[in-house]
């Protein structure tokens, strides 16, 4: 079946903008997730948005959605050292059930200073 | 948004013994989720745990080798059996946030040897 894609390396420098890329499957998917793993650690919860917004702005975070392309990004701006992580987006597929989260593949961002 | 204690943060196992991952919530929910995280990889969804039913496996999980206990709507277990160094893996458990997310238990570092 189809994979969530997402980049699997992305290096920036401290100060600049990130901007990391999914393209998700389902296009029914009411909600898409951004989520943020650390080094040796669980997964925190960034952000999301609904399936009826084109783009989300939280602090230095931005989320912008494209449905017809099924296509989700995340926008960190100024960029600091502590947003080195591995960053994974994240849908619930319609056809799945309605409540099971189907992950990507992973971005891991790291911050050069 | 809720809190997960999960246990133990990490365990080195001998092959052919089992390990039971718990994990607790700070308030009562009515669907917890396994995940697995091989190294390097994205996560993938083991199982969901209702209270007071089986456990509902994703294809290629079996009970067998994956039970899974819900004796409540804030606490869960998983475990691993009868374990091989294939299964050497982060486990997670999670749960559906009444925020639209999901949150996550800070999750176990298996390694088997």
């Known amino acids: 079946g189809e994979d969530v894609e997402q980049s699997l390396f992305l290096s920036v420098r401290e100060g600049d903008s990130s901007v990391i890329n999914c393209t998700y499957t389902d296009s029914s998917s009411t909600y898409l997730y951004w989520y943020k793993q650390e080094p040796g650690a669980g997964l925190q919860l960034l952000t999301y948005i609904f399936s009826n917004m084109d783009m989300k702005q939280d602090q230095r975070l931005t989320v912008l959605l494209n449905k017809k392309d099924k296509h989700l990004s995340l926008r960190i701006a100024d960029t600091q050292t502590g947003d080195s992580a591995i960053y994974f987006c994240?849908?619930?597929?319609?056809?799945?059930?309605?409540?099971?989260?189907?992950f990507g593949t992973g971005t891991q961002l790291k911050v050069e200073l | 948004s809720a809190v997960i204690s999960q246990k133990p943060s990490r365990d080195i196992c001998q092959r052919g013994t089992s390990l039971t991952i718990q994990c607790q919530v700070d308030s009562q929910v009515t669907m917890m989720f396994w995940y697995r995280q091989q190294p390097g990889q994205s996560l993938t969804l083991i199982a969901t745990a209702n209270q007071g039913s089986e456990a509902t496996y994703e294809s290629g999980f079996v009970i067998d080798k994956f039970p899974i206990s819900r004796p409540n709507l804030t606490f869960s277990t998983l475990t691993v059996s009868n374990m091989s160094p294939e299964d050497s893996s982060i486990y997670l458990c999670?749960?559906?946030?009444?925020?639209?997310?999901?949150?996550f238990g800070s999750g176990t570092r298996l390694t088997v040897v």
């Open positions: 994240a849908e619930i597929p319609f056809t799945g059930g309605g409540n099971k989260l189907t």
């Open positions: 999670s749960v559906e946030d009444s925020n639209y997310g999901y949150t």
